[in-house]
Structures are given as structure tokens and as C-alpha cells.
């Protein structure tokens, strides 16, 4: 990083929003999200787009994580003076706050959706059961919206049984899915890590198909923002999206 570097920000004085997270691959290129990807190549190319945006809203200072292919993630506050790091590094921290009871509840008032999804894993019918679990998604997203435990857990289930048919690509974005619903919405931290550990293993069968390195970066950039570590975790997506050659 060619950029020059002020002393580290306080925690206190970091925003949690907006968090531009940066992928810097192996192969070269950089992939930033929450905004256009940069004009140029290396680090002076997104510091220079990343500047245009911490100068909005008044000059308000604006969070940025930067990956490298190995995994390793370091943590910036971008403001006028140019990028600083953060003293309480990654990921950013929610409010803590108390775990809703819906994500255990089984979803009461939706006993025969469900149902059909048990009937169909218990004849070993994957896909009718991906079909069955997509329904009930689709129900739950027309009376609930977006935002809400059930629908999380609906999508995460297409997710399993797309797991169990071998459907890699659609596991990884539907676990990946579900992965960022479960941090939006304060799910315990365990489902959450699980659900990306599901996603990532799904990813890794699936990265030479069709539309694979889309998701893969809808990944990468949720695992920067969310759940940089273990390392390993993220370098295994990234080696994925970067290597010369792929």
C-alpha cells in the first residue's frame, strides 16, 4: 500500500457505516464493493475511488477493510487526512443485544410448509425438498419481508438440502444468503459462523461452474466484513477468485 498512513483512529471515533470492504487478488486485481470499481491497477486506484466517497456527507470519515490473497485483512478509517488504522481492527462490532426467540421457535404458524419440506428429506428427495423449502421462502417473503428470522431460516434450509443434492453453486449463494441475514439480524454467533463455513466448502466445488465467481464475491466480501478469521477461510475463496490463470 503505496497510500500514506495517519496514526491509528480511537475505536470510539470508527463508524460502522459505510464499510467499503477491498479485495486485492493474486492475480492482480481489485474488486471493491459498495462502490464502482476503480479506473487502474493497485492500491493507488482505490484509494483514490475510496477518497471521492469519504468525501461525501460533509467529510465524514468512512471504514474500509482491505484483503490480500492470503487472508490477511487490515482495517482503515478513510477521512481527509488520508486512511488510518483502526485500533480495534475486525470485524466491526454490532450492539449487542438480546437473541430474538424466533429463531427457535419452529416456525409455528407455518406446520404444513414445513411439512413438506420433512416429507420430501425423509423419501431422500433433495430436490423436491430444495422445492418444498424454496415454497416456504417464497410464502415468508410475501407476509414477512425482508428482515426476519423465518425467511433467514427458510433460505438456509434450501441451502442444506442443495448441499445434500450437490448443488454447489446454489448452496454458496444461499448459505451465503443466509449467512448475512443471520449478522444483520443477531443470530447466535455460532449459526452464523456455521452457515459460513457451509457456504465456503459449497463454494470451493463449485468455483469453475457458471456464475460461480459472482457469488464467490458476494462471499469473499461477507467474510471481510463480517468474519475475516480464520484466515484460511477467506484465503480459500480468494485463491479462488485470484489465481493467475483462472
Known amino acids: 500500500m503505496t497510500e500514506h498512513v495517519a ?5 470510539a ?9 477491498v479485495l486485492l487478488l493474486e492475480d492482480g486485481s481489485v474488486h471493491v464493493q459498495e462502490a464502482p470499481n476503480p479506473d487502474g491497477d493497485g ?44 485500533a480495534d481492527g475486525h470485524p466491526r462490532r454490532l450492539p449487542a443485544r438480546p437473541v430474538d426467540p424466533r429463531w427457535m421457535d419452529g416456525m409455528p404458524d ?20 430444495m422445492v418444498a423449502a424454496e415454497r416456504l421462502a417464497t410464502h415468508l417473503r410475501a407476509d414477512l419481508g425482508e428482515g426476519h428470522p423465518h425467511l433467514v431460516l427458510a433460505v438456509e434450509l434450501q441451502g442444506y438440502f442443495a ?8 448452496a454458496a449463494r444461499l448459505f451465503s444468503e443466509a449467512a448475512a441475514g443471520r449478522y444483520a ?10 452457515a459460513l463455513d457451509h457456504a465456503v466448502s459449497a463454494w470451493t466445488h ?5 456464475g ?5 464475491l458476494v462471499l469473499a466480501h461477507l467474510l471481510v466484513r463480517v468474519a475475516p478469521e480464520p484466515r484460511g477461510r477467506l484465503a480459500a475463496v480468494l485463491d479462488g477468485l485470484g489465481a493467475p490463470g483462472r
Open 110 to 129: 407455518r406446520h404444513d410448509l414445513l411439512e413438506l419440506v420433512r416429507a420430501a428429506e425423509r423419501a431422500g428427495e433433495w430436490h423436491g425438498a
Open 185 to 194: 439480524l443477531g443470530s447466535p454467533a455460532e449459526e452464523t459462523a456455521k
Open 163 to 170: 448441499l445434500r443434492a450437490r448443488e454447489w453453486g446454489a
Open 43 to 86: 492500491s493507488e486506484a482505490y484509494w483514490r475511488l475510496l477518497r471521492q466517497y469519504a468525501g461525501r456527507d460533509g467529510g465524514a470519515p468512512v471504514r474500509v477493510s482491505v484483503a490480500r490473497h492470503d487472508g490477511s485483512v487490515d482495517a482503515y478509517l478513510l477521512g481527509p487526512d488520508g486512511p488510518a488504522p483502526v
Open 13 to 21: 471515533a470508527v463508524p460502522t457505516e459505510p464499510h467499503f470492504t
Open 212 to 216: 460461480a465467481r459472482e457469488v464467490g
Open 7 to 11: 496514526p491509528p483512529a480511537e475505536a
Open 206 to 210: 463449485a468455483r469453475g461452474q457458471r
